[in-house]
Nanobody
Framework: QVQLVESGGGLVQPGGTMRLSCAASGSTFDINGMGWYRQAPGKQRELVATIFGSTVTNYAESVKGRFTISSDNSKNTVDLQMNSLKREDTAVYYC???????????WGQGTQVTVSS
């Protein structure tokens, strides 16, 4: 079992910045990728950014150039630096970790990000 604990989140003004962090604990030895998804009210959960092997990143088109994902494999952490935040970035952000074997995805409890003036 893997436990994911998120930190960060809250209220920020449009154009502002925010950093989310996630720490994995437990049986993390077979985790090969981590990332962030988000879910806005009335919408499906969507990918924000993922990182595999500390270098292979993938971003949603809507956040490219504004968000940066990074990880520290030695600490089993993943961070999401969010710049130039927009109202449409408002959502619950979920940390995720992918386990290679058996193939399984773990999820954090979610943290609310609200972009509003």
């Amino acid at each position: 079992q893997v436990q994911l604990v998120e930190s960060g989140g809250g209220l920020v003004q449009p154009g502002g910045t925010m950093r989310l962090s996630c720490a994995a604990s437990g049986s993390t030895f077979d985790i090969n990728g981590m990332g962030w998804y988000r879910q806005a009210p009335g919408k499906q959960r969507e990918l924000v950014a993922t990182i595999f092997g500390s270098t292979v990143t993938n971003y949603a088109e809507s956040v490219k150039g504004r968000f940066t994902i990074s990880s520290d494999n030695s600490k089993n952490t993943v961070d999401l630096q969010m710049n130039s935040l927009k109202r449409e970035d408002t959502a619950v952000y979920y940390c995720y970790a992918h386990q290679r074997w058996p193939d399984y995805d773990y999820w954090g409890q979610g943290t609310q990000v609200t972009v509003s003036s």
